[in-house]
């Protein structure tokens, strides 16, 4: 069974840092395509980075390029989201999302992210 497990998140400050981790069981995390994804109150879903497979290889929403970053610690099959100075739009549950080689993705149930200003 695959399960993806979102930690990390709270209520910050505008200009704070959090670190967003999702921990996968039923999948190794440098074996499949990943990102983060985020959900504002009334909005779609909205892209936020994907998971790189080296440095360099991932990308950003240009909503936080220069400010968030991502990466894997393969020892313990988990990937996470580096989110620095943040901003009262940045307030969302974010979601980490693994994708199967043969279609489909596996969902994590969200961790709520909220910025004050």
């Known amino acids: 069974q695959v399960r993806l497990e979102e930690s990390g998140g709270g209520l910050v400050q505008a200009g704070e840092s959090l670190r967003l981790s999702c921990t996968v069981s039923g999948r190794t995390v440098n074996r499949y395509s990943m990102a983060w994804v985020r959900q504002a109150p009334g909005k779609d879903r909205e892209f936020v980075a994907t998971i790189g497979w080296s440095a360099g290889s991932d990308y950003y929403a240009d909503s936080v390029k220069g400010r968030f970053s991502t990466s894997r610690d393969d020892t313990r099959n988990t990937a996470y989201l580096q989110m620095n100075n943040l901003k009262p739009e940045d307030t969302a549950v974010y979601y980490c999302?693994?994708?199967?080689?043969?279609?489909?993705?596996?969902w994590g149930q969200g961790t709520q992210v909220t910025v004050s200003a």
């Open positions: 999302k693994l994708d199967e080689a043969q279609g489909g993705a596996y």
